[in-house]
């Protein structure tokens, strides 16, 4: 598979971007390349609204997944899980409705998940948690 080569490729000259907007980019690309890895197609990155912005929206068979990446650069600032607030949750379901509404789909089930990537460590650390969002962004 040609993603896998370029991934070595990319985390072979990883350097930790200082900038938060290249981080947040760098981030959403490793989820990406992440969720390739594991049968998705991407349908957006960086879908927006006046009101915010989904970063991924994938889909695997019937099921589509709204993806939000965090990241953090260091600890001082707390784990990039912690970052998915109540209130972001909220937001998301209201994008996900609206990216619903403007992109008619014939998907049987819908799915929030959060990727969240450490860059505190030599090596940029994914994890991916499904299902983060159960209900109108609860």
Known sequence: MALVPSIVALLGQFRRPKDPKKLGRFAEDLSAWYFRLKGYEILARNWRTRSGEIDLVVKKGTNIVFVEVKARRTKTRGRPEEALTPQK???????????????????????????????????????????VIEDEGS
């Open 89 to 131: 949750k909220r937001r998301l379901y209201r994008l996900a409705e609206a990216y619903l509404a403007a992109q008619p789909t014939e998907a049987e089930t819908f799915r929030f998940d959060l990727v969240a990537v450490d860059f505190s460590e030599k090596l940029p650390q994914l994890k991916h948690y499904q299902g």
